[in-house]
Nanobody
């Protein structure tokens, strides 16, 4: 059974930093990533990382967020610096089972950035 467990959300002032972590279990994963959903908006991609370490970022977070991965431990992390109020939302971990089109989501963790 595939499970994704996230941690690390919270409340921070603008300009501050947070680090999110996600531990996946139950399979071998290819692309892993983070998405977010702000109130009243659609879920959007934040960053992804392949099993080989190639990364992709939304334009809005480039230069501020860094995604990393420990494939041996099936963990993916998101270091978020210089946070802005627009970064507020529920952040979801996503993992694609390797060699399949099946992906899974974590339960989400709230990030709130106050101005």
């Amino acid at each position: 059974q595939v499970q994704l467990v996230e941690s690390g959300g919270g409340l921070v002032q603008a300009g501050g930093s947070l680090r999110l972590s996600c531990t996946a279990s139950g399979s071998i994963f290819g692309i892993m990533g983070w998405y977010r959903q702000a109130p009243g908006k659609q879920r959007e991609l934040v960053a992804t990382i392949t099993s080989g370490g190639s990364t992709n970022y939304a334009d809005s977070v480039k230069g501020r967020f860094t995604i990393s991965r420990d494939s041996a431990k099936n963990t993916v992390s998101l270091q978020m610096n210089s946070l802005k109020p627009d970064d507020t939302g529920v952040y979801y971990c996503n993992a694609l089972v390797r060699f399949t089109a099946r992906d899974y989501w974590g339960q989400g963790t709230q990030v709130t950035v106050s101005s």
